[in-house]
């Protein structure tokens, strides 16, 4: 969403390089493109005169004269006031010291309130709660049959007394005020901790849709009133933000649809008109694609800074901790990793949901967007069905997959034989790599990896080399019983021995003509 804000401040920033001082006219220039650059991504007029303003008058203080690099102080004050801007601290949910908590959802129709009335839920959930999701929009055509559908994909429970409207032909029947009230009941019966009200929206705003929600609200006494918004409706977010603010008073909002390529003007808006902190953001159509919103974060995937603490904890939420420690000894050990493993890896990896929006977390990704947004996500489908196609033994040894094995395997994965070939082609450049790391030689141009052996050790064998396991079963078992053997021989030496052999008990260490007093070190 914001790739053409983040696009202009990159470029912006670029002037600024390689300047030792900043002069009021590189300023004022500066600020000019900025707020140009926010006025172009839909941001409110009063936010945009604001923020020049302050960035000006820090940019023209001591911090940006006496900085080293004042460039980066420069980039380093705009992060400063974005996060300012976008709520300054990450606002987390409160929640009731006398279950449930009560969170109602308010919005205008078509903001993505039923959808994300489950992706709340299933987050709710995932963190140990036990949510209850209350259909109360008792007016949009099958509303409540979407909410029920949603409740079952998140695995949570659903209160709907009322089936509310089937279609756009019949008119609205039930109480919504008294569904919602009920649904507070059930949660207290049923012992939920959390329960979540979905309510009806409008297309626009009118007193009788407001009304409605102030009814709800008066009685069911809500701990969190969230407002949910389309980030992709631009400068309109802003007035009907102060619309529900007055007739609703909410406490929270949520930016649904971040995911659209709309310039994000009501991201950067809302917050600072509202003064309400922006506490989720849906990422996504997924019930997964749903995070807690981090001021200070969003404001470095702005400025292009990446953001590898969201990567890193989405990692620790999907990643298997069995898998990661067996991989860990497995590096430990210097064995050799295998096609098994990198099919395991990548299946790790795919649960943390879509390729593309982990890339673009990283540091710089900006300058190959491009390239990011023709990364076709099936190719990890086609890599996994090419090694499916292997039996085990080659997945264990692919130096065995000759001319014929590579043809079976192209047509059982609906693939060319020059994809299998390219496939084989970089694992066994990936297989290189990770020995060099185990042995501690670490990835080549880079410094070793510490903890993961000596650089300096050779591998045991012929000038130097490890000899490679056999891709036939028989002669592999055949060279692991003589390793055996090797190594039981080699406990059978005596300590401290340089040969294994034991010393005779007769030795006279002067027969050998050693230096005077070196024969000290010679002990029987």
Do not use: C
């Amino acid at each position: 969403m914001f790739n053409s804000l983040s696009d202009r401040l990159s470029a912006t920033f670029k002037n600024l390089r390689g300047k030792g001082r900043l002069s009021e006219a590189d300023v004022d220039a500066t600020v000019r493109e900025i707020r140009r650059a926010l006025l172009d991504a839909d941001v409110a007029v009063p936010v945009v005169r604001d923020f020049a303003a302050r960035i000006r008058e820090r940019a023209l203080g001591e911090e940006v004269s006496a900085a080293l690099n004042p460039s980066q102080q420069v980039v380093k004050i705009v992060n400063d006031e974005l996060v300012g801007i976008l709520g300054g601290e990450t606002r987390r949910l409160r929640l009731a010291k006398n279950p449930p908590t009560v969170i109602m959802l308010a919005g205008l129709q078509g903001a993505g309130k039923t959808t994300l009335a489950g992706k709340l839920a299933k987050h709710l959930k995932r963190d140990g709660h036990s949510p209850l999701l209350v259909a109360a929009d008792l007016q949009r055509p099958n509303a409540v049959t979407q909410l029920q559908v949603v409740g079952q994909r998140a695995g949570v429970a659903v209160y709907a007394p009322h089936p509310g409207v089937q279609s756009e032909f019949e008119a609205a029947t039930g109480d919504p005020v008294a569904v919602a009230r009920g649904g507070v009941d059930e949660a207290r019966t049923k012992l939920h901790d959390v329960v979540i009200v979905d309510t009806a929206g409008r297309l626009g705003i009118d007193a009788e849709m407001m009304q409605q929600a102030a009814d709800i609200r008066a009685a069911i006494s809500p701990d969190e009133v969230l407002f949910i918004i389309d980030a992709m409706i631009g400068q309109d977010a802003v007035n009907t933000a102060k619309a529900f603010e007055e007739g609703v008073d909410f406490t929270g909002v949520v930016l649904t649809k971040l995911d659209g390529d709309a310039r994000g003007g009501a991201a950067l808006s809302v917050a600072t008109v509202t003064g309400r902190p922006v506490m989720f953001a849906s990422t996504g159509e997924g019930l997964d694609d749903f995070e807690l919103f981090h001021p200070d974060r969003m404001a470095s995937r702005i400025l292009d800074m990446g953001d590898i603490l969201t990567l890193i904890e989405q990692a620790e939420k999907s990643w298997d901790k069995d898998e990661a420690a067996r991989m860990a000894k497995k590096f430990a050990d210097q064995e050799d990793f295998t096609l098994e493993d990198f099919l395991a890896q990548m299946q790790q990896i795919r649960k943390m949901g879509s390729m593309k929006k982990m890339l673009m977390m990283m540091p710089g990704a900006q300058n190959f967007r491009q390239q990011l947004e023709q990364f076709d996500e099936r190719e990890i489908d086609r890599v996994e069905a090419i090694v499916r196609s292997m039996t085990p033994h080659e997945r264990l040894a692919p130096k065995i997959i000759n001319g014929s094995r590579r043809a079976r395997i192209a047509r059982g994965s609906g693939v060319h034989v020059s994809e299998v070939n390219g496939l084989l082609e970089r694992f066994g450049q990936a297989q290189k790599m990770m020995r060099k790391m185990a042995q501690g030689g670490g990835i080549p141009g880079m410094p070793g990896v510490p903890g993961m052996g000596g650089g300096s050790r050779k591998p045991a064998g012929k000038n130097g080399k490890k000899k490679a396991k056999s891709g036939n079963p028989a002669k592999a078992a055949q060279q692991l019983r003589e390793a055996e053997a090797r190594r039981a021989a080699g406990a059978q030496s005596a300590p401290g021995s340089a040969f294994g052999q034991q010393m005779p008990a007769d030795f006279d260490p002067s027969a050998l003509n050693l230096p005077k007093g070196f024969e000290k070190f010679l002990g029987k």
